[in-house]
């Protein structure tokens, strides 16, 4: 069946430093992409998605490109700021639809 | 509305009793899904909805965690006889038609249910 596999946390740094949070996934089909974050206390909230190979999803200066032929989905962010400390999802959508397969999650914690 | 609601958003409960659970999705959102995350579990599927039908129930714990929807709108999840292992976070999700692979699913804030 389908599967995403992600980094796990915790993952930290330093405000202003390089993100990258890695994903791979297993899917029959031509899956959509997904990564949720969810704040503390909140619920999951969509950050960027991509529906076909080289699609590049961005969203607050985050940005993930859908890579087919290594089957990955990593995120990205240049510069990263105390307020982006949350849990981020990976998460696939398969042909069948039947909802979101997601990873585990990575705790991101941003030092000042 | 404008986005899914999910109520209690806290619920405490005494093992042994009964709880329901209550999701509102966006208007106009044919498919819900339910979904529990349990400290260091991640999150897991327990049922979707297309419509007021749910093809898929395969996820659901045990036989004492049941969903209904009603209109094609509301939808409950009802736990009966509380164990200490049911607490967790549960997640209600909505999106177009269970079959848009490309259309994302909106989540609520969840309700944190603890049985002590």
């Known amino acids: 069946g389908d599967s995403v596999t992600q980094m796990e946390g915790p993952v930290t740094l330093s405000e202003e430093a390089f993100l990258t949070i890695n994903c791979t996934y297993t899917?029959?089909?031509?899956?959509?992409l997904f990564w949720y974050v969810q704040y503390p206390g909140e619920g999951l909230q969509l950050l960027l998605k991509?529906?076909?190979?080289?699609d590049k999803g961005s969203n607050k200066g985050f940005e993930a490109t859908y890579r087919k032929e290594t089957t990955s989905f990593h995120l990205e962010k240049g510069s990263v700021q105390v307020s982006d400390s949350a849990v981020y999802f990976c998460?696939?959508?398969?042909?069948?639809?039947?909802?979101?397969?997601f990873g585990k999650g990575t705790h991101l914690i941003i030092q000042p | 509305g404008a986005g899914v609601s999910q109520s209690p958003s806290n619920k405490v409960t005494e093992k042994g009793k009964d709880v329901e659970l209550r999701c509102d999705p966006i208007s106009g959102h044919t498919a819900l899904y339910w979904y529990r995350q349990s400290l260091g579990q991640g999150l897991e599927f327990l049922i979707y909805f297309q419509g007021n039908s749910a093809p898929d129930k395969s996820g659901l714990p045990s036989d004492r965690f049941s969903a209904e929807r009603t209109g094609g709108s509301v939808s409950t999840l009802t736990i009966q006889r509380t164990q200490q292992e049911d607490s967790a976070v549960y997640l209600c999700a909505s999106s177009f038609g269970s079959q848009q692979a490309h259309s994302p699913l909106h989540f609520g804030n969840g309700t944190r249910l603890t049985v002590t």
């Open positions: 991509a529906t076909k190979a080289d």
């Open positions: 899917a029959t089909g031509y899956p959509s």
């Open positions: 998460a696939l959508r398969g042909g069948g639809a039947d909802g979101l397969t």
